[in-house]
């Protein structure tokens, strides 16, 4: 029963969210609704025992809007005196979605101490096998059964980062990259000169 | 699970990736000098490669003994087909593209090490047995694919075709991902063989058929196909010439792969669901592709828009859903990767006296009497992609019009062959306007070797000399058709 609940709970927050992030005028806004579906989304996945998910969930998408946020507010040039005044006037909105977030994590546990919600499957396949974590599962699969794909998956990553130096690097002149032995090497004598300039003229660098 | 048995299956890929770090290696050693010797490097290892599918083909493989990984990868006579077209296209565009990035000063060490990955990945498309395996091959192309796109990065246009391709090529991502969970959760596999046994031969689910919907558009959009072709001639116009010959060859080859393993393997027990998305998608991509033509005045955009009607004419084999049908395609595409090649060599090897690419079909005007051999060559190819009979472009048609008839879809051969003289309309334009306009005298520039030598190679294969070839193409698209039949 309780488990229904949360269910719909979960999956109810998680569309609502999902449609306000598409229909948020100010695009931070949008964001926010994302991390909330996401979070929700990664609730459902808790309920059905899969928490590894749920935590992959939390950490790369959760994560990577933050760090997204974090580019932002680095290369925009941001007032921050308007943001304090943002920050006042968005509060309230902030609260509550972190009340709901609060309420969500206390019935997630909840329900969890309870035994998680049984999904019907459409052939036995997607059934856990006994006595692994799912961690454990998905590891023992993806070194063995989707080894090929796996490896393979890292070439895509590996082509995502020739792409993006193709894409960004250029040489430019004039740059004083670190030359760490010279720089060690660097004597006070080499560094520095003594001169006794005569009264009223200056010296010359 | 035979590991071992599974290495040797997937030689190809291992070779390739394995080739690809180490050059990746010295391309971050030695930097841009090394640009070409990787590149000389890179065409070896796919020449290799595609030797090392030539007994697959000719030993018609088929079966359990050529699946690799469980069934994830099917290295048999299909597969070796599609990569050796695509291992071809891969090494032409190695070899004509050093002399125009080198004209950009764009000519960098990581050029040839993308198209070596997008083949690896393109080697995957056509060898998936599975889900997992189509969407792992198709995102290791597409992303190398957006890279060379944008590569030209100080220009423009290149930058703009990386953008667009970009953007819409992720959107098709998601949709073909989303086509892809709703096919897991309707049928509990996602090896096609479990697919194709869940769906069974009865009433198929809703939601069965909404993956397939999505599915079938995610793939549509990767062989540009209408109506999922508006990037096609943005990203074709933008992206640097032999870039674009790239595009026009070996991504098309393995998305069409895909979509034939996808449309054949995973949901062959319900032709009739897919059929008609096909024959649609064909129609619209033939008669899109031919009236879309008809207003361009720059060549690389003509020739997206020529690509796009031809994939209408290829996904006609695909509608008939018989082995014949298959092989016909299969036969067509193999004339149109080589039509491709000649057609992209032939524009790239227009440049006027400073060395500039002439892209504008204007400029063309009297190339027969300032170039006649270069006229004769864009004059066979414009012919050829015609499907005017003496070349060789028109028995690829032929074939697939012939299968369409046997296959009962009278009508859409009707339709096919009337679209085709609209095609005729564009191609015969950029003709007359080579041998008949007055001379706007604007191609200039010497030509290296290796370009005339691929122009007078592919030009040789669509001549009528071409027709010497027909038996053994025939019988080799037989196997590959055949293993698909029969896996």
Partial sequence: ?205 | MDLLHSLQLTLAEELISVSGLILLLVAAWSGDKAARLISIASVAVLVACAALAVPALAGAAAGPDTYAFGAQYKADAFSAFGKILIYLGAAVTLIVAPAFLDRFNAMRAEFPLLVLFAALGMGIMVSAGDLLALYIGLELNSLAAYVLAAFLRTDDRSAEAGLKYFVLGSLASGILLYGISLTYGFSGHTDFAGIRAALGAGVMSTGATFGLVFVLAGLAFKISAAPFHMWTPDVYEGAPTPVTTFFATAPKVAALGLLMRVSIEAFGSQPGAWQQIVIFAALLSIVIGALGAIGQDNIKRLMAYSSINNVGFMLIGLACGTQAGVSAMLVYLAIYVVMSIAGFVAILMLRDADDRPVESIADLSGLSKTRPGLAVALAAVMFSLAGIPPLFGFWGKFVVFQAAVQANLVALAAIGIAASVIGAFYYLKVVKVMYFDDAADKVHGRNDLAHTVLLVAASIFLSPLGYLLTNWLHLLAGNAASALFHA
């Fill in chain 1, 1 to 205: 029963m309780i488990q229904a609940f949360a269910f719909y709970l979960f999956a109810g927050m998680m569309l609502f969210s999902g449609a306000v992030t598409i229909l948020a005028r100010n695009p931070v806004h949008s964001v926010l609704w994302l991390i909330l579906a996401f979070f929700n989304a990664a609730g459902l996945m808790v309920l059905a025992g899969a928490e590894f998910i749920a935590m992959l969930l939390v950490i790369v998408y959760v994560g990577a809007v933050a760090v997204l946020f974090l580019f932002v507010v680095m290369m925009l040039d941001i007032d921050f005196a308007e943001l304090r005044a943002g920050f006042i006037k968005n509060f309230p909105l902030g609260m509550l979605l972190a009340a709901v977030l609060f309420v969500e994590l206390f019935v997630g546990i909840v329900v969890r101490s309870a035994g998680s919600l049984q999904l019907s499957h459409a052939s036995g396949t997607a059934a856990p096998a006994a006595g692994l974590t799912n961690t454990q599962a998905i590891g023992a699969l993806l070194y063995s059964k989707y080894l090929f794909l796996f490896e393979a998956a890292g070439i895509i990553l590996l082509v995502a980062m020739i792409g993006a130096i193709v894409l960004t690097h250029r040489q430019r002149g004039g740059v004083r990259g670190q030359n760490v032995s010279k720089q060690v090497a660097r004597r006070p004598e080499e560094a520095t000169i003594n001169v006794q300039p005569e009264v009223g003229k200056g010296v010359s660098l």
